[in-house]
């Protein structure tokens, strides 16, 4: 079964897109990696360079059964494929209110699918789109890069809470500092508060303010096409942590080893 992480955070701004494609980009390096565009602007489409105007089936086919989804997606890089959107995907959230078990689709779409990682980035709304990326995931990764961003993150963690009460479900929640800037008042006090809140379950690693990511994204390329950015080595980084992540808690399915991780919910 895929390891699915969802990128998620009420905010838009905080890093979702970046994260997503470039965690996918380096996971795809190792690992069979799917990521799915949840976002209707299609921006993960842009970031490995395509128009995703053109493309057609996407995500949007899936979650309304018109496509399969092994049919759907699109080789990137490596071994990493995208499951595209475009603005399609917009009239499809107002859509998924007249079907039956609306949050399901997209884990149900999936489920046939052979990747080793499923990394998924969500719109900035908490509505049925990213609902479905939630139920889909296991590990819900929240990119907070300021005050507001860390205020969103709580609206995140509410309906965890609530969708845990209804699928009897629980997710590892990671949190990600983005935009991060060593040495400044707003970035360190922003840290310590993440720690004291999240403990263990904040990332090590942070990804530094770096305008050659966003410079990257418009030119079409992931931060692996730029290995001189700082960039590149926090994305390394941060797939290298979530991979070890992933195998500590292989090694502690074995041993019965107890986790201080947080998650929200039962264990599943
Ligand atoms: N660490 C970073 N440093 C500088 N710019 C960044 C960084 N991460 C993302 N960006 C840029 O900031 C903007 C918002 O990032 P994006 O990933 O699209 O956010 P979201 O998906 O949360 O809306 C984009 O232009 C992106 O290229
Ligand atoms: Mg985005």
């Not at 993960?44 to 092994?70: E, W």
């Not at 770096?210 to 096409?225: K, L, P, Q, R």
Request: contains cysteine; proline residues 5%.
């Amino acid at each position: 079964m895929p390891k699915t992480i969802a990128v998620s955070n009420q905010k838009g701004g905080v890093g979702k897109t970046a994260t997503a494609c470039n965690l996918a980009a380096f996971l795809g390096l190792r690992h069979r990696t799917l990521l799915v565009d949840l976002d209707p602007q299609g921006h993960c489409a842009r970031t490995f360079g395509i128009d995703p105007t053109t493309l057609s089936p996407t995500v949007y086919d899936v979650l309304f059964k018109r496509a399969k989804a092994d049919k759907a997606h699109i080789p990137l890089r490596d071994q990493t494929h995208l499951l595209p959107s475009n603005k399609e995907l917009a009239i499809g959230e107002v859509e998924l209110r007249d079907t039956f078990r609306p949050v399901e689709r997209l884990r149900d779409g999936l489920r046939p699918l052979k990747f080793d990682y499923i990394v998924i980035d969500c719109p900035p709304n908490l509505g049925l789109l990213t609902l479905n990326a939630l139920v889909a995931a296991q590990t819900v990764l929240i990119p907070v890069s300021a005050t507001l961003a860390y205020i969103a993150a709580q609206n995140v963690l509410e309906v965890l809470g609530k969708l845990k009460e209804d699928f009897e479900m629980s997710w590892d929640v990671r949190v990600l500092q983005t935009f991060y800037r060593q040495g400044v008042n707003e970035s360190e006090a922003l840290r310590e508060q993440l720690v004291v809140d999240f403990g263990e379950n904040v990332y090590d690693t942070r990804i530094n303010l770096n305008t050659d990511i966003s410079v990257a994204m418009s030119a079409g390329e992931t931060m692996i096409d730029n290995p001189r950015s700082s960039g590149y080595y926090d994305y390394k980084r941060l797939a290298d942590e979530v991979l070890d992540g992933n195998q500590a808690k292989a090694r502690k399915s074995v041993t019965g080893a107890p986790s201080s991780r947080r998650s929200v919910g039962a264990s599943r």
